[in-house]
């Protein structure tokens, strides 16, 4: 299975925009692109996935790399509220037994200062 | 969106006892999914409950210790047995197949003294 590589933190400042950076040297040509993100006592929640193109939702955007290898997440204007550990997750959507179910990796914990 | 909960929120255990975990789902769904979080550390799968049939275990996990029951298309239960301090952890179940958005219950805080 292709892994991602994250750093571990980041800090950002409330109001700015944050720029959470994801390696993925490995991805095979029908890996999607999904991050999810774990707030504080509660389970992980979606956040955006995305293919080749780059993608953008009310939460998030994504913007992926030409060559697929890396991918950026991009939090227009943190929120306290935005500190959560972002996980960057490939998953394979044509593969049932492995495109079911999520590997996570360590995740980028974001503190927020405000 | 599937709306999950999960009982029981947090128990503190004994060694050698066994606890049983429910997640109940608002709505029929295919895929459940139970995770487990140890402290400080990212979410490991344990494995898929599958309805009617047997859970099909990850790597490193096994049905005595992790028996998990699937009766309905919203229910299930992960028992966790003859438990020891390293079981203390977070255990999540979640839905949603790979074309679909995975929902995460709110999970369970074990402690086991």
């Known amino acids: 299975d292709a892994k991602t590589t994250q750093p571990n933190s980041m800090e950002s400042n409330e109001e700015e925009p944050v720029h959470l950076p994801c390696n993925h040297s490995?991805?095979?040509?029908?890996?999607?692109i999904h991050w999810y993100r774990q707030l504080p006592s509660q389970g992980p929640e979606y956040v955006i996935h995305g293919l080749t193109s780059n993608v953008n939702n009310r939460m998030a955007s994504l913007a992926i790399a030409e060559d697929r290898k890396s991918s950026t997440l991009i939090l227009h204007r943190a929120t306290l509220r935005d500190a959560a550990v972002y996980y960057c997750i490939l998953r394979d959507l044509h593969k049932k037994s492995s495109g079911d179910k999520l590997t996570f990796g360590t995740g980028t914990r974001l503190a927020v200062r405000p | 969106s599937a709306v999950i909960s999960q009982k029981p929120s947090r128990d503190i255990c004994q060694r050698g006892t066994s606890l049983t975990i429910q997640c109940q789902v608002d709505s029929q769904v295919t895929m459940m999914f139970w995770y487990r979080q140890q402290p400080g550390q990212s979410l490991t799968l344990i494995a898929t409950a599958n309805q009617g049939s047997e859970a099909t275990y990850e790597s490193g996990f096994v049905i005595d210790k992790f028996p998990i029951s699937r009766p309905n298309l919203t229910f299930s239960t992960l028992t966790v047995s003859n438990m020891s301090p390293e079981d203390s952890s977070i255990y999540l179940c979640?839905?949603?197949?790979?074309?679909?958005?995975?929902?995460f219950g709110p999970g369970t805080r074990l402690l086991v003294l």
């Open positions: 979640s839905v949603g197949g790979r074309r679909e958005t995975q929902y």
């Open positions: 490995t991805i095979s040509g029908t890996d999607y």
